[in-house]
């Protein structure tokens, strides 16, 4: 199978990858190291919110009726009862002819139905017993009702959502200091190949550093995995089978880099034609990392991803990340493609879609998408700059700058930031 | 000063809040603590990149001129002399008539000066002394030349970078075990309020769970910032600034929610009357957080937010966070704005700047920016979904469906997600 393969669409491989996934698993964390996690049932709202009538803004609670025809020039005059801070209980009900003062937060007394600002009332000193209300208020003004964003028993945040820090707020404010969250994959991370030192050995003739394993794993936890790397690959066929046994006990899910393409010693592309090794894909239709494949073995996943830089990078966001999505739990976990406008002519001929590297800009509220300035696919000094892949359609003609393609954000992009 | 406020739009009050802030000092971490932190200096290649010339694919090394003429029919045949994997130091120099199999990522062996692909030769056997090549080859075809990506000295990221997967494969490649980073500040993070419980605390009369602390720890922690929870403040002012003088000494930054209005309590407020405190600001052209207050105390900056929840985490977004960016030695820190169309009308007038929460989508390259469902401010359930603050410019208008608006992205927009 290494040189006659069934080339397949980057989306059938998705799909092909992600279906028939394990349900995950369920574990508590505290709300302090909820952050980023994925939440593993949906969140109801355990009281209303507001949780009792109060007061927007600082002011006096009062009987709307007692404002009538107040005005500017003929204010009313109330007797204040007492001050209600947030946090207090009104002590005092209000009659006809009283206001409270009250601050922001805090719960309405009984009897109060508007609320008017300090600003449109005129009080001798500070703490007078009198208050001169300057305009007429109806009933329901400035306040926040008991229940008015949410009542209690609703769903404020859904199983498979990503929490965020607003998602901590709601989860703070219905007392969840313990939260239902999804437990994090443990992805595999192998790196084959002979040629590879590591990042602390002095360079050897022949020899690089490896680089895909370190990026991997900071995708992986990015995206909600628990990367764990493993030790290299032998040589043989026999023992690799082995030792990925051994691995694949400790992970959800295994990704390798290297190894896929038709090199006499491209031991995963090897290993997908043994008989208790259930391929799933061996070519996919894209450019670069064409030979990207995907296994099963050992009933787990396994990745096999190219070992050229910018084909492990764009692997691993077209397939490794949504896996570990999935197995994560997140409702969304694919990435979803979105035109724009390129910004410069592409007309290599390509017999696949090949993807890009570069970055999204604005103008006018027109989305534009610029290729790297190099686009060598196996360079990787540019690729902490890649934040879209622009998609250039199969065929000999490319795409003309102007013209509308697919792109594939990955990364907030940096029109965001400035200064 | 609590009343007679001096307003400044935001953009002046980012301007003051960021101005003069200390040099942020550097610090070593090791490469898998590295992500997400920020370069501390200008980072340059230890060697060349490639380091050595190779192959990019998987073939035979041969010398150009000993194809000429080679086609399908008419193949030439070369006798192999040996094969090199990636990482071997090939053992001999081609010579007129003679090829090496190689592997992808190998070293071009001496002599050599192109690679045809497997797919454009045939071979007897596998491991058979002659190869026949279909297919004439130029000089330098099917090379990376040492050094073609990245000559050794070139800077390869930037001082004021915050650290991704690419920038980790890139550090990984150049030996950086190592990595210089900023130190990162210490945001101190205070609610004030005495309406406020903790998230473990059971509901009582009068009072709300502080949920602005958690959600400003969030923010703080994914800009780069660690947060340093603090006890609450006292009601007296003098006891107040004991404290803080306190808590200021042990952070580079305090931010604090809650007190900056015309309340009675608003302590905050007060604060900055003190002569011993500067007052940069107390009042912004925004809604909601008009009163959102920065201070000066002890020589560090005092972030004090508005605690309506809403109005906290669009404080946070504008001043906050571009502040911890900053002191985190990030070059590119404050939020920027870019343009979207309305998705739907809102004609709500205002005096200053509106703020919307919401989200932006994309239609055939089109930026539309659709506005939270509950456009009240104070609401928090909807808080998490907010990736744009759509703003809606001031004057009794508002802005229709379609019209143009400025939009602050804070978050990865989710048009990329699916599935």
């Not at 394990?22 to 209303?48: K, M, N």
């Not at 449109?120 to 926040?144: D, Y």
């Not at 990026?215 to 043989?236: F, K, N, Q, R, S």
């Not at 990392?289 to 084909?311: E, F, V």
Request: contains cysteine; glycine residues 10%.
């Amino acid at each position: 199978m290494r040189f006659q393969r069934q080339t397949i669409s980057v989306e059938e491989a998705v799909k092909i990858l992600l279906s028939d996934l394990e349900t995950p698993r369920e574990e508590q964390v505290g709300i302090y190291e909820a952050a980023g996690r994925i939440l593993a049932r949906d969140i109801t709202a355990t009281c209303d919110l507001p949780p009792f009538d109060r007061s927007p803004l600082d002011g006096f609670a009062v009987r709307a009726e007692d404002t009538a025809g107040a005005t500017v020039d003929q204010p009313v005059s109330l007797e204040v009862l007492e001050t209600i801070a947030a946090g207090d209980v009104p002590a005092k009900t209000l009659t006809p002819g009283t206001a409270s003062r009250i601050m922001t937060g805090a719960m309405l007394p009984q009897g109060a139905n508007a609320v008017i600002m300090f600003e449109q009332t005129e009080q001798p000193g500070e703490w007078s017993r009198q208050v001169r209300v300057k305009r007429s208020l109806i009933a329901g003004e400035n306040l926040s009702k008991q229940g008015e964003e949410v009542p209690i028993g609703s769903i404020v945040a859904k199983a498979g959502e990503r929490i965020n820090a607003g998602t901590l707020a709601v989860l703070a404010t219905f007392g969840y200091a313990q939260v239902p969250v999804v437990r994090k994959p443990r992805v595999g991370l192998l790196s084959t190949g002979p040629e590879l030192l590591e990042i602390n050995e002095p360079m050897k003739p022949g020899k690089i550093r490896n680089s895909n394993a370190i990026m991997l794993a900071a995708l992986i936890a990015e995206a909600g995995g628990i990367p764990v790397p493993l030790a290299g690959l032998p040589d043989e066929l026999p023992l690799v089978k082995r030792q990925l046994e051994e691995c694949l006990q400790d992970v959800d899910l295994l990704v390798t880099s290297g190894g896929v393409s038709v090199g006499d010693f491209d031991v995963m592309a090897y290993l997908a034609d043994e008989p208790d090794v259930t391929l799933l894909f061996n070519r996919v239709a894209m450019r670069p990392g064409t030979p990207t494949t995907a296994l099963i073995y050992q009933n787990k996943r396994i990745c096999a991803l190219s070992g050229n830089p910018g084909a492990c990078f764009l692997g691993a966001h077209l397939f490794l990340l949504p896996l570990v999505r999935s197995l994560s739990g997140e409702r969304h976990s694919q990435a979803k493609r979105i035109q724009a406008v390129l910004g410069e002519t592409y007309d290599k001929p390509c017999p696949y879609p090949r993807f890009l590297r570069g970055r999204l800009t604005e103008e006018a509220g027109q989305l534009i998408f610029w290729p790297d300035w190099n686009h060598k696919a196996g360079n990787l000094c540019t690729m902490s700059m890649s934040e879209s892949f622009g998609i250039i359609p199969p065929g000999g003609r490319g795409k003309q700058a102007g013209e509308l393609i697919e792109v594939l954000p990955h990364t907030m992009p940096s029109w965001s930031r400035e200064g």
